[in-house]
């Protein structure tokens, strides 16, 4: 983080000044180095800024449960927690260490373009609750684009067009304008660990409006394709905006003009800002600029239309972003019944063979299996109270870089076509651990765990252990069976390089419950296969889980597995389908790098470089 120390001199240009060629070469000079700047005089008062940064921390001071009453909605407007956002996955092992609100251009129902992508309805917090809270927003975003405008006069002037150029009914005559609250709750960010307050990225619009803290964080990478990477800091100007160019810009300017990679990095203090993006309406034609392509410098990007743009962007960079809708159909009966008793061999392998579980859907329950019914109902007591802790509590204990520890409600994307957030779920990861002076305690799933407090959570850490170890003995009894209905010896899957030396990983998890809504992409889990050997999942008394036999189907059919008490719902891998099934779908390859590559398909937030 050496780097970080630099700091970025960037030009100032004053909207009231009567110099206007002065203004305009300084702001050219600006777009052409870095894309960034400052401007001051722009006609807001340091008193109503003031006013719209006290009233944005009301709404992040909330409690979480009030916040999450606003979640982001499919049209892009509301709130997105902590780690929701990830701008730079293949160097973030989190999303971006930052909480959100977005507020947009807000259009009467019976508008024709209200229905559009990024238009309303917005989301407003309780006026009991934060009175006064709504018009102070409203008023910020319209005297916000004001400002916008004036400096997209000089823009237009920058590059020998006509002043109101970009006032056209199509540009920002009708304009998508979106204001972003943030708020930075102090985590330090450590690049080498890949931990940011926003990852880099560049914005993907027309201009951005920065209002910030007198807290520094923002830093900007005038050359992305050097090796190492400088950055440099952009450090608050008090009663000035930061103005920085989005990719829409430079691609309409034919590239004279520059959107620069920027990121946030987190000192330990709480940092504050508002972005405003701003673009042109839906059906705009981003195409070259007339002044800026020549018969020497011929258009490098097509035409387009801005809707079909950022849709594309969004999906770029927003995982999350729901592009399709699967049609479904869900059984709400039970239909599927397979009851497998490990103290009777032959009828388990008989359920094993190619007519029964394994081959109709690889899913089965498992009874008598060795755990008591006592020390399971201890299990879920434990694991209720890890998840009761303050939110602050179990962060201490975020997902480190061996995949171990807490994992916040949607950090996680299973079916990112389909979703709209993560899924609504928590969950906190405990693998093998081994001494550290044993050289395997280095492999990438191998320990060592984080813990809760044993002050805060006497004898936790020794009921999970031990679970871990009964549930470890529970899966190689199956895998002999399953060994046997695939004509193998009993003991074919205990050798040191297979369960002898397991890769195992319990997880807790726990649904706060948020009701799913297929349509709409909201999920508690989205579907998914897994990627192991087996799976032993152990569930309380309450419905869920769903399962689809064919996933080629049109419609999909879900078939509902109820909870049975006292049993093991046992559902097989992706990695034993592809060892017994498809030997020649798939080539030879090593466990690890089998698990890496389905992690990084899978979990996106993840680190490897």
Known sequence: MADSKKVSKLNSIDLSSPHIPTSVSLLKQACVDSGFFYVTNHGISEE???????????LFDLPLEEKMKLLRNEKHRGYTPVLDELLDPANQRHGDHKEGFYIGIELPKDNPEAQRTFYGPNLWPDSDILLGWRQTMEKYHQQALKVVRKIARFIALSLDL???FFERPEMLGNPIA???LLHYEGQVSDPLKGIYGAGAHSDYGFITLLATDNVSGLQICKDKDAKPQVWESVEPLKGAFVVNLGDMLERWSN???????????GSGQERYSIPYFVLPSHDCMVECLPTCHSKKNPPKFPPIKCETYLLQRYQDTH?????????????????YKRLLCVAYYIELIRCLTKEEACIDSGFFYVTNHGISEEFMDEV???SKKFFELPLEEKMKLLRNEKHRGYTPVLDELLDPANQLHGDHKEGFYIGIELPEDDPEAQRTFYGPNLWPDSDILPGWRQTMEKYHQKALEVVKKIARLIALSLDLDANFFEKPEMLGKPIAVLRLLHYGGQVSDPLKGIYGAGAHSDYGLITLLATDSVSGLQICKDKDAEPRVWESVEPLKGAFVVNLGDMLERWSNCL???PPIKCETYLL???QETHADLIYT
């Open 178 to 180: 979106i204001l972003r």
């Open 380 to 382: 879920f007591a434990e």
């Open 255 to 265: 590239c004279i003009f520059r959107s620069t990679l920027h990121r946030v990095l």
């Open 584 to 586: 020649f779908r798939f």
């Open 162 to 164: 006509d002043a109101n």
């Open 48 to 58: 109503f800024m003031d006013e719209v940064f006290a009233e944005s921390k009301k």
């Open 319 to 335: 995982a999350q972003l729901i592009t399709k809708i699967i049609n479904f159909h869900i059984v709400k009966l039970v239909s």
């Open 597 to 599: 590559q389905r992690y």
